[in-house]
């Protein structure tokens, strides 16, 4: 109780829940959502990191033909991978709504309007990458209109992440949602900007090992792909984006840790994310051996790298979960203790309302009983009758006032402060009539 005190004080928002029982354990739904959203946000990755680099390639195809080829082959994986994205979403969206309902519904009523934006903005930036990726040779003539085309898809899927930040971020600090107004304000919220950061690297890196592996595969012909360009090249530049790119997000990881308010902060969380770290530096040093060493021998370790690097993935994508969980423990408590209350309330209030039905038929009612159907509408949501709730129970009022019916309704109407362990009560002098004080005093004092 002394927790839901604190927050009522502090303004933070604690709502009821719908007391429901999970069709599974909840350690099911976090296995599943961790799972699940790795796989997704891998294939999101390719997706956004394939885009980037397509267009790069494609602009410095302008001058050099062999990265316009490039390009194409890359634009072949976007829709493939953008597909995969799509289908695998639905088991983290599902998890996260049945495991944080309230939590992701209000963050995404909070951001509203720009929330269901990314409806429309994912259906513009997928068609347009159809509309590149099927008039490569129509526009080869107009390379202006047809980088256009991909630029501006790009620009798109670059945005798209700032929403689900921004909405995911939200949800973790429910004591920022009474003065948040709407996409703007959360999205400067601290850590949105280094996560999304942090993202996009990953996405580079995760991109960089793709191509390496899609330009290694034996049966790929790429020979008769390319005419400069030689298998070793595209394999080099893949390897140099993935570890570059993972250096950087060496370096953008304590920032991203830094910003991360401390709520969250635990032992598990630390472990996991050094964890991390300690699988992903092995696989980036057999990369920079690979790169520096013989070029036949660059292929070499490379399914290590994707397992070591998967599971610093895993390691990562754990850590966001767990600290999730320690950023809500408390107000999950609150929420809880919220829920039971308004589930006694309830029952009482169906018990008065049978009562009522039952007595229907008898006589008019006493100014007690009158005075019982006054306290119900404005005072039974911090008083009960024998325990203290959010103020002292109606049996020590009628002891402290007992006999003294002035002071009680004089009390009632204007409260002061006594008591230093609870809450300041509010008046009711603008809210209750001398009748409706009579009935209240001789409801509590008898």
Known sequence: MIHLYIALQNNVPVPKDIPLPLPMPEWFFVVVLVLSFLLHILFVNLMLGGSILALIAQIKGLKNKEYDILAHEIAKTITVNKSIAVVLGIAPLLSINVLY??????????????????????????????????????????????????????????????????????????????????????????????????????????????????????????????????????????????????????????????????????????????????????????????????????????????????????????????YRANSLEKHRELVQIKTEEFQILKKEAIAKMKAAEAGAASEDMTEAEKGQKVFGQYCASCHKIDEKLVGPPVLEMAKIYKGNIGDLQKWIKNPGKKRPDYPQMPGFESQLDQKQLDQLAEYILN
């Open 101 to 322: 309902t309230i939590y992701f519904y209000s963050a995404n009523a909070l951001t509203g309007l720009m929330w269901i934006a990314v409806i429309p903005l994912v259906t513009v930036a997928f068609l347009l990458t159809y509309l590149h990726k099927y008039t490569w040779e129509t526009l080869e003539n107009h390379k202006a209109v047809h980088i256009s085309i991909l630029a501006l898809a790009t620009v798109i899927f670059l945005f798209i992440p700032f929403i689900f930040l921004t909405n995911i971020n939200l949800m973790l600090f429910p004591e920022k949602w009474a003065v948040v107004k709407g996409f703007v304000d959360a999205l400067f919220l601290p850590n949105v900007f280094p996560r999304y950061l942090h993202f996009i690297l990953a996405s580079l890196a995760v991109t960089g090992l793709f191509i390496f592996w899609y330009n290694s595969r034996k049966n790929y012909p790429f020979e008769e792909i390319y005419q400069k360009f030689t298998r070793y090249d595209i394999q080099k530049k893949g390897y140099s984006l993935a570890l570059t790119a993972s250096i950087c997000q060496f370096m953008i990881g304590p920032l991203v840790l830094l910003t991360l308010p401390s709520k969250g902060m635990g032992w598990n969380l630390i472990l996991i994310i050094f964890s991390g770290v300690a699988f992903a530096v092995p696989a980036m040093w057999m990369m920079w051996k690979r790169l520096t060493g013989e070029n036949e021998n660059i292929e070499k370790d490379f399914y290590k790298i994707a397992m070591l690097l998967g599971v610093t993935v895993l390691c990562m994508g754990s850590g966001r979960q767990i």
